[in-house]
């Protein structure tokens, strides 16, 4: 089985082919979690550009604050098993704080190592709407293709790492400016699965906000 990632950064378009191969492509991403622009208005479509985030147990997640207003951010372990769609059923009365950001000033970011798996919640103590889950497992596999006229890596990370039927399967598409090294904002991109038969199943067409 293979993933078809097609990617278009102003006028230019590249085609990636994902391959679920044994070797799995080491590099060093940019885990981080925006809050966005404006996100303090409850009426806006999100506030977050990610809200379930996947990630390897040992790394480094960052939250940078794209607002422009101060926010605070607090970080619960979650007992019980994972919800991928409903915070709130992540957390429960046997939650345990692990961090406090503090307050996190406009484009500054406060950054927190998961050095546990497990499912975590975060989520701002003034404005409630802004939350999400951060999954932590070694049970995760990761490849990283270059595109070499846009100066472009792309890392595509996906839980369980061998997907099996009848289960749910998390997907986590970062994108770095090469020159830069730093992830690239406001991509747009198609992402499918190519079946054995043939037949591609489009999951999604958005824009990435922040990079991720």
């Known amino acids: 089985m293979s993933l078809l990632l097609l990617v278009s950064s102003s006028s230019l378009l590249f085609v990636l082919a994902f391959s679920f191969l044994p070797s799995i492509i080491s590099s060093i991403f940019a885990e981080v979690i925006t809050i966005l622009p404006g996100s303090i208005d409850e009426n806006r479509y999100r506030f977050v550009d990610i809200s379930f985030y996947p990630v390897e147990m040992g790394k480094e997640v960052t939250w940078y604050n794209g607002d422009t ?76 293709e270059t595109d070499s006229e846009n100066d472009i890596d792309v890392q595509l990370s996906w839980t369980p790492s061998v997907p099996k039927i009848g289960e749910e399967t998390q997907f986590k598409i970062i994108f770095i400016d090469r020159e830069l090294d730093e992830n690239q904002k406001h991509i747009d991109y198609k992402f499918s699965i190519d079946a054995p038969n043939g037949q591609s199943i489009a999951l999604q067409s958005p824009h990435s906000g922040w990079g991720c």
């Open 69 to 144: 207003v101060n926010h605070r951010l607090i970080i619960s372990s979650a007992l019980g098993p994972v919800n991928f769609t409903s915070v709130e059923n992540n957390l429960n009365s046997s939650s345990v704080v692990v961090a406090d950001s503090g307050i996190i000033e406009p484009n500054d970011s406060f950054t927190f190592t998961f050095d546990k798996e497990g499912t975590y919640v975060f989520y701002s103590p003034t404005y409630p709407w802004i939350k999400g889950t951060v999954f932590v497992t070694n049970d995760i596999a990761t490849i990283t």
